[in-house]
């Protein structure tokens, strides 16, 4: 995707991100996967695989 930079506060792929998220979550709802639909998801929230060790303008990946 042009002009995308990861790890950074970046419009490009926060909504890119969001896109993605909410098509993820529209498919488990309409699998009536969540608790209030009868489903056995309580909650759903995302993961960043790694710690991250963020400056102000520069983050870099570490291990554990």
């Known amino acids: 995707m042009p002009g995308i ?3 950074t506060d ?4 926060k909504a ?7 098509h993820i979550v529209n498919m488990m709802k309409s699998e009536r996967l969540y608790e209030n639909q ?9 993961y960043q695989e790694g710690n991250w060790t ?4 520069h983050c870099e990946a570490t291990r554990t």
């Open 38 to 46: 009868g489903g056995p998801i309580i909650l759903s929230q995302s």
């Open 16 to 22: 890119a991100m969001e896109k993605f998220t909410t």
């Open 5 to 7: 930079s990861f790890r």
């Open 10 to 13: 970046n419009a490009p792929f």
């Open 54 to 57: 963020c400056k102000r303008i």
